[in-house]
């Protein structure tokens, strides 16, 4: 998809024009050539360290917060590559993981607090299908729908934007119209 496409409903400051993005990475060793790299800050590492990394894997866009890009001496207006530059990066990068993978179940919803998330969404995603909705649920215990679609585990609750919407897509083209999410 092209990286017009991915910014042209948000106002974002791109640097080098448009090219086409072939996928999404937080993390610098999941980026592949004519990725779009999102160097966030977080809670024990930012990701402004590993964009040399991202480069060096064939990153063919960045997207940095305005510090990054004044404090980063390999993003200069001449650099090989694509820069969104957002005071908002994970704002942005939900909005473009959206946009690139598409179609989400019609009906989400998010549980939030300390106690209590896992028991919720998994009660939500059973009531739904027993009212006949083709549900299905994310979070501590994997994606799960009439059974379990995939076990994966994160380090947080919820999945990365890019996984989380690759995988509601996923949900979505399987047709599942309802999802409960752990955020």
Request: net charge positive.
């Amino acid at each position: 998809m092209r990286l017009a496409e991915l910014t042209s409903a948000d106002r974002a400051r791109a640097f080098q024009g448009d090219i086409d993005i072939t996928g999404i990475a937080t993390d610098s060793r999941a980026v592949k050539p004519g990725y779009l790299f999102a160097a966030l800050s977080g809670s024990k590492t930012d990701g402004a360290q590993y964009i040399e990394d991202a480069l060096s894997r064939g990153a063919a866009a960045l997207l940095v917060s305005p510090k990054v890009m004044r404090n980063c001496p390999l993003l200069s207006d001449n650099s090989r590559v694509a820069v969104i530059v957002d005071s908002n990066p994970r704002r942005r990068l939900a909005r473009i993981a959206a946009r690139f993978y598409g179609p989400q179940p019609e009906i989400a919803v998010a549980v939030t607090g300390t106690n209590g998330k896992t028991s919720i969404v998994d009660f939500t995603r059973q009531i739904w299908l027993a009212l006949g909705r083709k549900a299905a649920s994310i979070g501590t215990l994997g994606v799960l729908g009439d059974c379990r679609i995939a076990a994966e585990t994160y380090v947080h609750t919820t999945p990365p934007p890019e996984i989380l919407y690759s995988q509601l897509a996923a949900l979505a083209t399987q047709g599942v119209t309802h999802v409960a999410v752990e955020a």
